[in-house]
């Protein structure tokens, strides 16, 4: 893809996007949050973002205290996971969080952000899809893309699973969405983790993307979301799917939609 071309279009997004400012929370990960935090701080600074990070506390007891003022910030990146870890926020933190989306600030989750928190029920809504930790037909239905159209199965199984880690193609479904315009229509996604068979709320949200979980891989034999958008009251919230580690984020696909998909939910 073109990279002058996507700037162009970025500019179009992005009235005066050096004046936003991002705050990814980060601290508590199953996966290398250190690495991962790093990446997207330089992707987002890369769009014109000022980018400010949030560590949590290493221990639970100090944990009830965190609470990073989420006001100002057009844009925030829960780059974190409560794993088996006992790293649930406290309820300060969480009602800060679903007030300032729900009263149009953007949110960015990437990769296993989406497996967070499964009782918490705005995070989920405003995640629109997650996995493990519980989830089931209970959480929501399981979205997936068929003959043209996003399926929502709501029979009973359980939410979250991926095969091996490989290489795969990302298929753009919803070409007129800003996030992707002007992408090629599909593109080859380095060595990654595809999630399959996500399930929540599933409402208000758009699939823009999928991704085809092979069964020789240990896929779900369904093409997957691995890009959608959730609205959420006035806030807007870009999911992507991929991201397992640095290397993956390097990818230039994931890249230039994270950076598109920043700047269009931070838009408000
Ligand atoms: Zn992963």
New binding site residues.
């Given amino acids: 893809m073109s990279v002058k071309r996507r700037e162009f279009l970025f500019a179009g997004l992005a009235l005066r996007p050096s004046t936003r400012r991002a705050l990814v929370i980060d601290g508590r990960h199953n ?1 290398d949050w250190r690495a991962t935090t790093r990446e997207l701080k330089g992707i987002l600074e890369s769009a014109g973002f000022l980018v400010e990070v949030a560590t949590a506390p290493r221990t639970n007891e100090e944990l009830v205290d965190f609470r990073p003022r989420l006001t100002g910030y057009q844009l925030v990146v829960p780059n974190y996971t409560d794993f088996g870890n006992g790293g649930v926020w406290n309820n300060g933190l969480k009602a800060d969080f679903a007030a300032c989306v729900s009263a149009g600030a953007g949110v960015l989750i990437v ?2 952000a989406s497996s967070a928190f499964p009782e918490w029920r705005e995070y989920n809504e405003i995640t629109g899809l997650g996995g493990w930790g519980g989830r089931d037909e209970r959480s929501g239905p399981y979205l997936y893309w068929k003959n043209g159209i996003t399926i929502r199965e709501e029979g009973p199984a359980e939410g979250g699973h991926h095969g091996k880690q490989h290489p795969f193609t990302v298929v753009v479904r919803a070409e007129s969405h800003p996030i992707v315009t002007g992408l090629p229509l599909m593109w080859q996604h380095a060595t990654d ?1 595809l999630f399959d068979t996500l399930r929540g709320p599933a409402r208000n949200l758009e699939v823009l993307a999928t991704a085809w979980s092979d069964p020789s891989t240990g896929g779900s034999g369904r093409h997957e979301p691995v890009l959608f958008t959730v609205r959420y009251g006035k806030g807007r919230a870009f999911h992507t799917a991929l991201g ?1 580690s640095a290397e993956a984020m390097r990818s230039s696909g994931f890249v230039d939609t994270l950076k598109s998909g920043a700047l269009w939910a931070s838009a408000n």
């Fill in positions: 996966h990769h296993a983790e397992h």
